[in-house]
């Protein structure tokens, strides 16, 4: 589920920028009656089953910051929680802080990812301009606890020879251990031809030495994508080992996430738990 179509974080990398009905940069588009729409539908006497868990931010995110999307964001949770039905979010934004209380109230039924690939001022102006800042960011994962929710980490996408060296893993991986953070996943960057345009367009001179891995790389489908290029896996495998070794150092476990990595050896994001059988989309008119 997304609230938006088009998102205000606007980072250079996001593969949802490509798709067709995606609006122009720096313009999004709010469902404003998607909690209506919602509570309709899952109240529906004729609807036979209810989901189990609804998936956030497949193509945005809901935390984005305006007050007209956090909004909706925080009625559409509500909807969902009240009826007792579990969500999943992986976000690059501040939760406000009432819908922070709101997730608190059931937090059994509350799966909270924050993605954060660096702590470079730099890195954030550059690649998420729009996002939060890494240090709010580090704020979420140490106030979630606090309202019951154990927060997990993604590191994702990992920028092959700008975010990956040792001193810039340690520093990130350090400042998430002493949040409490004991396990982060990771992947490197799946380069689409949307993302190659923008990354081309947005980044200048930088993109000759963020392409040059992905260069004679063929274009194949990996997960849900129909058109990816990987860096080679050697040059992938010596970095997954890097960064599993600093995690090592400092009492944490870094895994590679399976699904973005289909020709290595790794670990699926999603606990047991929290894994449903046959997801479909479900569409509200």
Not at 27 to 36: G, H, R
Not at 192 to 215: C, H, Q, S
Not at 227 to 237: D, E, F, Q, V, Y
Not at 253 to 269: F, R, T, W
Request: aromatic share 8%; with cysteine; net charge positive.
């Amino acid at each position: 589920m997304n609230v938006t179509n088009g998102c205000g974080h606007c980072c250079v990398y996001c593969y949802a920028r490509g798709y067709q009905q995606a609006p122009p940069k720096g313009q999004v588009e709010l469902y404003v009656n998607l909690p209506e729409l919602l509570a309709e539908e899952l109240d529906n006497p004729r609807r036979r089953v209810r989901p189990s868990l609804v998936v956030f931010n497949t193509a945005s995110d809901c935390f984005q910051p305006h007050p007209e999307v956090q909004r909706v964001t925080y009625r559409t949770i509500e909807v969902l929680l009240k009826r007792g039905i579990r969500i999943s979010f992986l976000t690059k934004g501040v939760i406000p802080r009432d819908t922070l209380e709101l997730l608190g109230e059931r937090p059994e039924l509350v799966r909270a990812q924050v993605g954060l690939v660096s702590l470079s001022p730099w890195y954030w102006r550059t690649f998420e301009p729009g996002a939060a800042s890494p240090e709010e960011r580090l704020k979420v994962i140490e106030d979630l606890p606090g309202v019951g929710i154990r927060p997990e980490v993604r590191i994702d996408p990992i920028i092959p020879f700008v975010t990956d060296a040792e001193e810039d893993i340690r520093a990130l991986l350090k400042a998430i251990r002493d949040l409490g953070v004991k396990r982060v996943s990771m992947s490197y960057l799946h380069l689409r031809p949307a993302i190659a345009d923008n990354l081309k367009g947005e980044l200048g001179e930088m993109w000759t030495r963020i392409e040059l891995p992905y260069r004679n790389q063929p274009w194949r489908t990996v997960g849900t994508s129909t058109r990816s290029k990987l860096i080679p896996l050697p040059l992938r495998r010596r970095g997954y080992e890097r960064i599993k070794g600093v995690a090592r150092s400092l009492g944490m476990e870094a895994v590679i996430c399976s699904c973005k990595n289909p020709d290595l050896q790794g670990e699926l994001c999603i606990p047991p738990s929290w894994r449903v059988e046959g997801p479909r989309q479900l569409s509200l008119f």
